[in-house]
T-cell receptor, first 113, second 121 residues
Framework: KQEVTQIPAALSVPEGENLVLNCSFT??????LQWFRQDPGKGLTSLLL?????REQTSGRLNASLDKSSGRSTLYIAASQPGDSATYLC????????????FGKGTHLIIQP | DGGITQSPKYLFRKEGQNVTLSCEQN?????MYWYRQDPGQGLRLIYY???????QKGDIAEGYSVSREKKESFPLTVTSAQKNPTAFYLC????????????????????FGPGTRLTVL
């Protein structure tokens, strides 16, 4: 059974720093990996989707990479801002593409002004 | 505006009651999903549906039921058999992808609704 782990569980950094969030998964036979942002009490906002055949995706200050062979993905946030404060979740899609996503527990990020 | 709506935003249930959570999407997506989120845990899959009149159990389906009579709607019923229903419930949908010409298929991203917070009194 697929398991997804996110490290660290929480992170607090000063504004302007570049940072990396880590995600690992136990079964490398994934179809894609998706990164989300969740604000307190809200639903999930999709940030980036990486297909299994891709190595990375970029959107603005965000860059996500995927290494299936090692079972790892990273989310890189450049020039962090207080508005980036949220919980970041990664999720893997496996099981023929029809099943739901398997989620990590998230990284709670605080950007200090 | 296209999107996923969930109602109500907050729901309170008494012991022994069944309650139904609504999920509607106007994105013309094929697949729809229900997840449950508990503090300190990742989201867990309850049920999913790829097409109308068909649905499959996820990892924690016990005590829940669903229907998919219309493409845009996927209501979730929390029955009295669910022993610990207090949680944040999230609905999602996804457009079925098409395979790349000459290459592997790809799978589109899931989009999520705003959630319903259910509390047992």
């Amino acid at each position: 059974k697929q398991e997804v782990t996110q490290i660290p569980a929480a992170l607090s950094v000063p504004e302007g720093e570049n940072l990396v969030l880590n995600c690992s998964f136990t079964d490398s036979a994934i179809y894609n990996l998706q990164w989300f942002r969740q604000d307190p009490g809200k639903g999930l906002t999709s940030l980036l989707l990486i297909q299994s055949s891709q190595r990375e995706q970029t959107s603005g200050r965000l860059n996500a990479s995927l290494d299936k062979s090692s079972g790892r993905s990273t989310l890189y946030i450049a020039a962090s801002q207080p508005g980036d404060s949220a919980t970041y979740l990664c999720a893997a899609l496996a099981g023929g593409g029809a099943d739901g996503l398997t989620f990590g527990k998230g990284t709670h990020l605080i950007i200090q002004p | 505006d296209g999107g996923i709506t969930q109602s109500p935003k907050y729901l309170f249930r008494k012991e022994g009651q069944n309650v139904t959570l609504s999920c509607e999407q106007n994105l013309n997506h094929d697949a729809m999903y229900w997840y449950r989120q508990d503090p300190g845990q990742g989201l867990r899959l309850i049920y999913y549906s790829q097409i109308v009149n068909d649905f499959q159990k996820g990892d924690i389906a016990e005590g829940y039921s669903v229907s998919r009579e219309k493409k845009e709607s996927f209501p979730l019923t929390v029955t009295s058999a669910q022993k610990n229903p207090t949680a944040f419930y999230l609905c999602a949908s996804r457009l079925e992808g098409k395979g790349l010409a000459g290459g592997p298929g790809f799978y589109n991203e899931q989009f999520f609704g705003p959630g319903t917070r259910l509390t047992v009194l």
